[in-house]
T-cell receptor, first 112, second 113 residues
């Protein structure tokens, strides 16, 4: 069974304090790994898609990386507006089921 | 704004009732996905439609059903509602499916009393 585990469950940072969120996955074959940001009561907002090991993508203070077993979301010099739940999801290859399997998320709080 | 719209935003109903949630995908997207998000289970895939046809099913209860219409909007029907059905229901859309990014709507919050 496909599994996605995110750690830590919650992370509290001071403004400017860089850190990383982890997403480890166990799947039969990876088609893509997706990162989303979700604010309370809102829909997930797309951040990045990674397709192969070694791939990296950046957007403002965020950088996502992918290995064969896990992905990291690096947050550089975070600001309070980066506070949100960050969700990782995988899409497996093969078949016609294009569903995303999500982790439980990491709740990030950035204090001013 | 993802371009995916969902109505209603909030829905409060009683046990045993039936409700319909509506989703309009982004312009040009052919696939629609439904997900349920509860506090203990996280985001769970329910069902996927592609260009009007059911493509895949997840952990969708038999009391739940969905369809995608010729104009590509989709409806999720929930019947014989139970307290445990209270959750956020999200619709997402993508162009084709495999490998495509899924863009999520704002969700419908269902409360069953």
């Amino acid at each position: 069974e496909d599994q996605v585990t995110q750690s830590p469950e919650a992370l509290r940072l001071q403004e400017g304090e860089s850190s990383s969120l982890n997403c480890s996955y166990t799947v039969s074959g990876l088609r893509g790994l997706f990162w989303y940001r979700q604010d309370p009561g809102k829909g997930p907002e797309f951040l990045f898609t990674l397709y192969s090991a070694g791939e990296e993508k950046e957007k403002e203070r965020l950088k996502a990386t992918l290995t064969k077993k896990e992905s990291f979301l690096h947050i550089t010099a975070p600001k309070p507006e980066d506070s949100a739940t960050y969700l990782c999801a995988v899409q497996v290859s093969g078949g016609s089921n294009y569903k995303l399997t999500f982790g439980k998320g990491t709740l990030l709080t950035v204090n001013p | 704004d993802s371009g995916v719209t969902q109505t209603p935003k909030h829905l409060i109903t009683a046990t045993g009732q039936r409700v319909t949630l509506r989703c309009s995908p982004r312009s040009g997207d052919l696939s629609v996905y439904w997900y349920q998000q509860s506090l203990d289970q996280g985001l769970q895939f329910l069902i996927q439609y592609y260009n009007g046809e059911e493509r895949a099913k997840g952990n969708i209860l038999e009391r739940f059903s969905a369809q995608q219409f010729p104009d590509l909007h989709s409806e999720l029907n929930l019947s014989s509602l139970e307290l445990g059905d209270s959750a956020l229901y999200f619709c997402a859309s993508s162009y084709g499916g495999l490998g495509d990014t899924q863009y999520f709507g704002p969700g419908t919050r269902l409360t069953v009393l």
